[in-house]
Nanobody
Framework: VQLQASGGGLVQAGGSLRVVCEAS????????MAWFRQAPRKVLDFVAI???????YYADSVKGRFTISRDNAKNTVYLQMNSLEPEDTAVYYC??????????????????WGQGTLVTVSS
């Protein structure tokens, strides 16, 4: 499975941005797909997951502002980010595994990773 993230950029606080993860090698509907992010000088943090079943789960810090979704026809997963804050500035990574049976917030649960896309939120 290869994952390609894109869509990052510079946005003002309060604005919106959508990052995109295109998958190849397997359909996204057969994978647990997640987004993580790494802010400057910080560890990689869980953001959101969409399960094969379609169930979603979010980190508390983004709940109500971010929405993860997938388009099986385009084999793509999206992260719609609204009401962005400077604290959301980070490199965003998409990740996947056939089935995340353990802690969905832990990076070790995901076998496949894309390269990151940088999101910068200015104040």
């Amino acid at each position: 499975v290869q994952l390609q993230a894109s869509g990052g950029g510079l946005v003002q606080a309060g604005g919106s941005l959508r990052v995109v993860c295109e998958a190849s090698g397997q359909t996204v509907g057969t994978l647990d797909m997640a987004w993580f992010r790494q802010a400057p000088r910080k560890v990689l943090d869980f953001v959101a997951i969409v399960r094969r079943s379609g169930g979603t789960y979010y980190a508390d810090s983004v709940k109500g502002r971010f929405t993860i979704s997938r388009d099986n026809a385009k084999n793509t997963v999206y992260l719609q980010m609204n009401s962005l804050e400077p604290e959301d500035t980070a490199v965003y990574y998409c990740a996947a595994d056939l089935y995340v049976s353990g802690d969905r917030t832990r990076t070790r649960e995901y076998k496949f990773w894309g390269q990151g896309t940088l999101v910068t939120v200015s104040s």
